[in-house]
């Protein structure tokens, strides 16, 4: 069994025991409840939303992560004009523990 959940603006495929990154949220050891779009069981596949309403899927939030550096350089040629900025994405790693249909 999986599930399509929507986690931090994007779309992750996750089923029981997956740990991924998603935007942060909650500090270590919270439980959070995430949005399917879509679960599949064996052959039958979920996609309404009344359906979907009942499904739950759940997961912990093990610890806080920051993403990888991206550096931004601003230059201008011929005017001595350069500027460096750093910025790191914070994120959470979370663990799925169930997903209840």
Do not use: C, F, W
Request: proline residues 3%; glycine residues 10%; aromatic residues 2%.
């Amino acid at each position: 069994m999986y599930a399509i959940v929507r986690a931090g603006g994007r779309q992750e495929k996750v089923s029981v025991g997956d740990v991924l990154l998603i935007d942060k949220i909650g500090q270590a050891g919270d439980k959070v409840q995430l949005q399917p779009l879509l679960v599949v069981d064996g052959g039958t596949v979920t996609s309404d939303a009344s359906k979907l309403a009942k499904v739950t899927v759940t997961a912990e939030v093990v610890k806080a992560a920051k993403g990888p550096k991206i550096v931004i350089l601003k230059y201008k040629n011929k005017t001595g004009y350069r500027k460096r900025q750093g910025h790191r994405q914070p994120l959470t790693q979370v663990k799925i523990t169930s997903i209840d249909a």
